[in-house]
């Protein structure tokens, strides 16, 4: 786990810096850890959106977060806050970064399940993002061909 948020906020910081407001240009900021849902905001406009960082490249399945502040919000009827997808992997020893950002993500691409008893989080409910890449999205940095 520690490893995986070590990564999450490297790579939140990497998009910082890669990566304009996609509704005005101006520049985006990390928000406080835990901070619920969201882990960027604008620092000229209300856009907010969750950071995913894998070492993978594109992909239509990765990790989400925790279910329950998800369903809850939900159950509110607020959408699911936009995505930022940071992908990083290396092809024949060239590094290569795509970062996807998916304006609209409706409910059926989210897959809950939860831990096993045997998990470090023991029963944890959590999500998936599911079938991404069928979504409309954009590509807002791109290294490496």
């Known amino acids: 786990m520690a490893g995986n948020k070590t990564a999450g906020s490297s790579g939140e910081l990497?998009?910082?810096k890669k990566v304009p407001c996609p509704h005005c240009g101006k520049p985006l900021m990390q928000l406080p850890p835990?901070?619920?849902l969201y882990d960027l905001q604008c620092t000229g406009?209300?856009?907010r959106a969750q950071v995913k960082t894998n070492r993978s490249k594109p992909k239509a399945e990765i990790f989400g977060a925790g279910w329950e502040i998800m369903n809850k919000v939900m159950k509110s009827g607020f959408l699911i806050?936009?995505?930022i997808a940071n992908f990083k992997w290396?092809?024949?020893g060239a590094s290569k970064q795509?970062?996807?950002f998916f304006p609209f993500i409706p409910k059926k691409n989210l897959r809950r399940y939860q831990l096993s008893e045997n998990a470090k989080r023991a029963n944890h409910k959590t999500f998936n993002y599911v079938d991404l890449l069928d979504l409309p999205y954009f590509v807002v940095y791109k290294h490496g061909s």
């Open 14 to 16: 990497d998009v910082v």
């Open 34 to 36: 835990n901070y619920p």
């Open 45 to 47: 406009c209300s856009f």
């Open 81 to 83: 806050p936009p995505l």
């Open 90 to 92: 290396t092809d024949k």
């Open 98 to 100: 795509e970062i996807l």
